[in-house]
C-alpha cells in the first residue's frame, strides 16, 4: 500500500459541475495536507492547503480533511476547460524529516 | 510566493558530458529540494537541503550531486551523462513553518541525453 493514494483517473466531468478528487494517506501522524495542480509539461503549482479537519475554501475550490477517516479531497466548483490537469495530492507528517509525500495524481479533464 | 529560477530550461547533450542544472530562489528559504519526473509519472525526490552546507540524498538513488555553498543557490550536477538520466528536474523551496510549509516549485528543467 503506497502511502499516499490518488485514483489515477481520468475523471471528466463537463463544464460548469462539480469536480470532486480524492486523496486517501496512511500515516495517521500526518500533519499537513497539499494539493497542487500540474499541467501537461509543466511544473507542480499550489492550490491550497490544510491542516485542521473540516473544509477550507478558497475561490472555486475546497479542501475537506478528515483525519479520523484519513483522507483529503478537493472539491472544484464550476469547473473549466482549464482546469483541465493533473492534481497532485501532497502529505506531511512530524517525523520522515518532515518530507512532502506525494500521490501519483488524479488526472481531470473539464469537457465543454 | 517564492521566486524560484531553473536553467537552462531545456538541454540536450551526448553521453559522457558533464551537466549542471541551476536553482536559484530569492525569498530566502532555507528547505531545497530536487525532484526527478519523467512524464505522466510521480515526482521522485533526489536531493534535499535544510540550509547551507547540509545536504542528503533522497528516496531515489540518484548519480548526481549537488552542492548548498549559498542560501539562494542549490545546483545539481552530473559528471558523465548517460540516456538513462533523460528526464525533467523540478527544483522547489519551502517557506518556514515546519509541517506547515508549503514548496513552490521553478518552472523545471528538461535533460535529453542522446
Request: proline share 0%; glycine share 14%.
Given at each position: 500500500q503506497k502511502e499516499v493514494e490518488q485514483n489515477s483517473g481520468p475523471l471528466s466531468v463537463p463544464e460548469g459541475a462539480i469536480a470532486s478528487l480524492n486523496c486517501t494517506y496512511s500515516d495517521r501522524g500526518s500533519q499537513s495536507f497539499f494539493w497542487y495542480r500540474q499541467y501537461s509539461g509543466k511544473s507542480p503549482e499550489l492550490i491550497m492547503f490544510i491542516y485542521s479537519n473540516g473544509d477550507k475554501e478558497d475561490g472555486r475550490f475546497t479542501a475537506q480533511?478528515?483525519?479520523?477517516?484519513?483522507?483529503?479531497?478537493l472539491l472544484i466548483r464550476d469547473s473549466q476547460p482549464s482546469d483541465s490537469a493533473t492534481y497532485l495530492c501532497a502529505v506531511r507528517n512530524a517525523g520522515n524529516?518532515?518530507?512532502?509525500?506525494?500521490?501519483?495524481?488524479?488526472?481531470?479533464?473539464?469537457?465543454p | 510566493e517564492a521566486d524560484i529560477y531553473q536553467t537552462p530550461?531545456?538541454?540536450?547533450?551526448?553521453?559522457?558530458?558533464?551537466?549542471t542544472l541551476e536553482c536559484s530562489q530569492t525569498m530566502g528559504h532555507d528547505k531545497m529540494y530536487w525532484y526527478q519526473q519523467d512524464p505522466g509519472m510521480e515526482l521522485h525526490l533526489i536531493h534535499y537541503s535544510y540550509g547551507v552546507n547540509s545536504t542528503e540524498k533522497?528516496?531515489?538513488s540518484s548519480e548526481s550531486t549537488v552542492s548548498r555553498i549559498r542560501t539562494e543557490h542549490f545546483p545539481l550536477t552530473l559528471e558523465s551523462a548517460r540516456p538513462s538520466h533523460t528526464s525533467q528536474y523540478l527544483c522547489a523551496s519551502q517557506t518556514s513553518g515546519g509541517v506547515t510549509g508549503e514548496l513552490f516549485f521553478g518552472e523545471g528543467s528538461r535533460l535529453t541525453v542522446l
Open positions: 480533511l478528515n483525519k479520523a477517516s484519513q483522507y483529503v479531497s524529516n518532515r518530507k512532502l509525500i506525494w500521490g501519483l495524481g488524479t488526472s481531470l479533464a473539464v469537457n | 530550461r531545456y538541454l540536450v547533450i551526448g553521453t559522457g558530458k558533464k551537466i533522497g528516496d531515489l
